[in-house]
């Protein structure tokens, strides 16, 4: 079983930058599988973040995050980032990584595989 392992998160004011860490524990994960961000904020569902596509061809940002954050990634040592910049209140979550073999979606629900989460907080 897959295990990942998300850090990185704290507290900024509102325009600062933050980056996420989820590390894996397979070799493989990290380059051949779906590999996603969600967030959950008080009082409501989780949510899609970004959802990196295998092989990086290519990666899905949630409207509501599109050039503010992006995705990299550390093949060496299997660690996928979120880079975060022009944070805003309403980025107020805990962050959490997913993984996946096969399809990639937006729904958390079709994720089995979590992280424990890091929380993000933006005053």
């Known amino acids: 079983q897959v295990q990942l392992v998300e850090s990185g998160g704290g507290s900024v004011q509102a325009g600062g930058s933050l980056r996420l860490s989820c590390a894996a524990s397979?070799?493989?994960?990290?380059?051949?599988?779906?590999m996603g961000w969600f967030r959950r904020s008080p009082g409501k569902e989780r949510e899609v973040v970004a959802v990196r596509y295998p092989g990086g061809v290519g990666t899905y940002y949630s409207d509501s995050v599109k050039g503010r954050f992006t995705t990299s990634l550390d093949n060496a040592d299997n660690i996928l980032y979120l880079q975060m910049n022009g944070l805003e209140p309403e980025d107020t979550a805990m962050y959490y990584c997913?993984?996946?073999?096969?399809?990639?979606?937006?729904?958390?629900?079709?994720?089995?595989?979590w992280g424990q989460g890091t929380q993000v907080t933006v005053s």
């Open positions: 997913t993984a996946r073999g096969g399809a990639c979606y937006t729904s958390p629900n079709e994720y089995k595989v």
């Open positions: 397979k070799y493989t994960v990290t380059n051949s599988y779906c």
